[in-house]
């Protein structure tokens, strides 16, 4: 990608009403633009990272067996009487009457919609365990929209529902979201804690928060040190018996400020080991039983002929919320710093004379190998000025700057810099892609 032909409406300075840094990184570099409170237009370089961060999400669930469907944004208002939650959500709900004043709303959440997808096609045990989710932009009337994306209004979540025969089975249905969320914050370079957390609108009795430590959060929490820096357990683990794992993790103490047992924190954890700190919510867990399927009669022929209830679960995660968590935890100074699988290019490509026709075809022959290597490039082809072009690529975070000007042409090098290090090497382009990896 040409940075001439591209729309990278980077800002020098953020508007002052952006009070946390990774939304004033986003502003600056051009990745989102406010369209109303809470609600924003993805920019070129932000739709780039949105992608792929809903394609690790999408990878993840996939890989813990959940299946993937799409519903729609809008739902009618009587599904939601079905639950009783269509009065009790309150005034965060956008509510829509059509031409036929019949009553919508912007969904906040999908629980009925699942449900009644569920109950129309599926009537027998054999079709269960059964996880469907789904990628899709949500409303909240959210009373502070604020921070960005991080408490939009309309944002992207990916919402899993699960249903099984019983509560034996649902759980290890909650163990696999479990473990897939701790997969997936850490492809991401997070360090995301699952804390106990209260459960809210969407009821039931067991729930996690997965939750990445950050001056900024908006959640107060407490939780043992050693589950900070526990590794993730990776896609190699047994699917059908996580309870391990999942055991691993819950036995040191974690929870959100409305789960906190000050005593029980103090006698379960060593003094040095006790972290209080603030949190961002990334990802949420429940385990709810038949809440839904009650009222909204989901059942199942179970293996004696008998129908029941099924047990269901939901698991969200804040696809768009990510890209501030992220930018929270990996910054300096002079701009964004992406990890690599998240980042919205591999390499950009810094041509610092495009007046010289020898540059340019150095350049040009870069971007051609690194592509062909399977890299994706942004080329640095205007003609501002050095400063200005090194600023941008800081600023931006791609995770790695490839400059060539007339004085490495003429030496057959080129100089390579990794973003987040700040490490810098003059060495023959093979090499160089060499270290790219
Ligand atoms: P919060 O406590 O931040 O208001 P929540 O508990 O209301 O979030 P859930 O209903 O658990 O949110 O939704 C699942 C996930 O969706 C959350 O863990 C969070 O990552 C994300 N999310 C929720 N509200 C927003 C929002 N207003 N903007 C961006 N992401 C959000
Ligand atoms: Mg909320
Ligand atoms: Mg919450
Ligand atoms: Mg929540």
New binding site residues.
Partial sequence: MRLSRYFLPTLKEAPSDAQIVSHQLMLRAGMIKQEAAGIYAWLPLGLRVLNRIEQIVREEQERAGAVELLMPTLQLADLWRESGRYDAYGPEMLRITDRHERELLYGP?NEEMITDIFRGFVKSYKALPLNLFHIQWKF?D?RR?RFG?????E?L?KDAYSFDIDEASARRAYNRMFVAYLNTFARMGLKAVPMRADT?P?GGDLSH?FIVLADTG??QVFCDKQLVEMPAPGADVDWNDLQAIVDGRTSLYAATEEMHDAAQFESQTADGDRLTARGI????IFYFGTKYSAPMKAKVAGPDGQDTEVHMGSY???V??LLGAIIEASHDDAGIIWPDAVAPFDVVVINLRANDPGVCEACEAAVEALEAAGKSVLYDDTDERPGGKFATADLIGIPWQLTIGPKGVAEGVVELKRRASGEKSTLPLDQAMERIG
């Fill in positions: 959440t909240r959210e929209p994306v991080m408490r939009g209004r944002f979540m809210g969407i928060e908006e959640s919510e990334v990802g949420h969200g995660v804040g768009s919320r």
